[in-house]
């Protein structure tokens, strides 16, 4: 069953013929998951729909959006856009599957609100006008060009994802006139007077994200939406050299009318924009066999996520949850939270697994409870279902296969310290394949992602046998 979008929601074993592997990301919308074609051998990325949208008021224009997005970006087959591979619908909710990219938002980059190297600026928005050259003569118009919707890869690759506002030239738009669709700080003129968005929106989008990326600003400074549509509307950009001396004055005329209030001001093509930025030799093109243009820059390094950042995670609760079991288990607690994160799909589930790594009942106790005030009251039940999975213990129940239990037992602590609660699952399934203790330690090992890891889990080995 696919994620409900409520904490409480488990996540499913399999989307359609997909196996699950993790979540890559949680929103307003749904979730997106990392999943496994087993058929052709590769990662994809699934996302999916939160089924209370879908029931509310509003859930047949969300359905509509989603179907939409299937419909744009699947026209468009480019090495700058994020393909999309399948659709399908699983007890009642829908799901997107597509290319699993590697990298990190643009936006990322900007959390400093420093300009990037000139060169890495350029490439990075010539790739994302490429990809909306080809969705353009495609006929499709994305309407949210953002940084967070421009994901760059560790080799300076460009890829435009989030088409779920695209409009179909050739089709009905999602949205009726009056109704503004976009994120306000990257919306051209024409988005926030309601009116109908075509390419030149893109174009303006374009020219805002340039402007940030040269400058760590946004062209207008506007901090609420009233504001900043007046100023839109009503004033003319800052201008960048003014905000970054080091650009070349000729930067100045291409954002002007990148920039330009009325799109027929505006570039009418995004070949015409690319082309204005060639023409200021800021980086050295060349043609590739295939016959695409190349852009020989060296990428820039993207910036680590902070300690306590996870995809799809709050930060707080997740130092929160480090606090409150560093008292129980010491320096540990950093690496189960970790690993919990990875193994599990919402707020509840997390406290349920990283209390069932407290040896001691009354600690587990007191453990949950802090953590129930922690996310507010809306970890019901969380004593009663973390106290039953406890009641089996830290132990392994019985024997599996030709292990006695004082072995399994062994291998999960030694393995619990790598990779956390779910150590004595691991140990169970592979206590049925393995043929000695080393042979289990050694099927076990494959789980835990470092190497140096691995060398010292394997050094805990007790003396070859089967116990």
Same mark, same amino acid.
């Given at each position: ?45 699934? /996302? ?142 024409? *988005?926030? *007077? ?66 330009? &209030? ?5 570039? *009418? ?53 480090? &606090? ?9 607690? /950093?690496?189960?939270?970790? &690993? ?64 006695? *239990? ?62």
């Amino acid at each position: 069953m696919i994620d409900s979008g409520e904490t409480t929601g488990a996540q499913p074993a399999r989307v359609g013929r997909y196996r699950i592997l993790g979540v890559l990301g949680r929103g307003a919308m749904g979730v997106v998951y990392l999943g496994y074609d087993e058929a052709i051998d590769r990662q994809v990325a699934i /996302k999916t729909i939160h089924r209370r949208l879908l029931h509310g008021e509003d859930g047949a224009e969300w359905l509509a959006r989603f179907r939409r997005e299937v419909r744009a970006a699947g026209r468009c087959l480019h090495p700058n856009i994020v393909t999309i591979f399948e659709y399908g619908e699983e007890d009642n909710v829908p799901y997107i599957v597509m290319e699993y990219v590697q990298g990190r938002e643009l936006r990322d980059y900007l959390k400093d609100r420093q300009p990037l190297p000139l060169a890495n600026t350029v490439a990075v928005i010539v790739q994302v006008l490429q990809a909306l050259s080809h969705a353009h003569a495609s006929g499709v118009v994305h309407r949210d060009i953002k940084p967070g919707n421009v994901i760059l890869l560790a080799d300076g690759q460009v890829k435009v994802t989030d088409f779920g506002i695209a409009r179909l030239e050739t089709g009905i738009g999602m949205t009726q006139v009056g109704m503004t669709v976009g994120t306000p700080g990257y919306m051209a003129p024409e *988005q926030f *007077q309601g009116k109908e968005a075509d390419r030149r929106a893109d174009l303006y989008a374009c020219g805002v994200v340039l402007f940030e990326l040269l400058t760590g600003a946004r062209p207008f400074t506007g901090r609420g939406a009233s504001e900043l549509m007046y100023q839109v509307l009503n004033e003319p950009p800052r201008r960048a050299t003014l905000l970054n001396p080091r650009l070349p004055p000729e930067l100045d005329a291409v954002l002007t009318r990148a920039l330009a &209030k009325a799109p027929e001001d505006r570039f *009418q093509e995004a070949s015409a924009f690319i082309a204005a930025l060639e023409g200021l030799k800021l980086v050295e093109r060349e043609s590739a066999v295939d016959g695409s243009t190349v852009i020989r820059v060296a990428p820039v390094q993207a910036p680590e996520p902070p300690p306590h950042t996870l995809a799809g995670w709050d930060p707080a609760l997740l130092a929160q949850a480090e &606090k409150q079991l560093v008292v129980y288990l010491g320096p540990v607690a /950093k690496v189960l939270v970790r &690993k919990a994160t990875q193994q599990v799909s919402s707020p509840v589930e997390l406290v349920q697994t990283l209390a069932a790594a407290i040896p001691n009942e009354p600690d587990r106790l007191l453990f949950q409870r802090r953590m129930r005030g922690v996310l507010g009251g809306t970890a019901t039940g969380l004593v009663t279902a973390a106290t039953s999975a406890s009641v089996m213990g830290s132990q392994m129940s019985g024997s599996l296969g030709s292990f006695d *239990q004082a072995v399994l037992e062994t291998a999960r602590r030694d393995l619990a310290v790598h990779l956390g609660p779910i150590a004595k699952v691991l140990v169970k399934q592979t206590a049925i394949k393995a043929r000695t203790t080393r042979d289990l330690y050694e099927r076990l090992a494959e789980h835990i992602p470092t190497a140096a890891e691995r060398t010292a889990f394997l050094k805990r080995a007790p003396a070859d046998g089967m116990g």
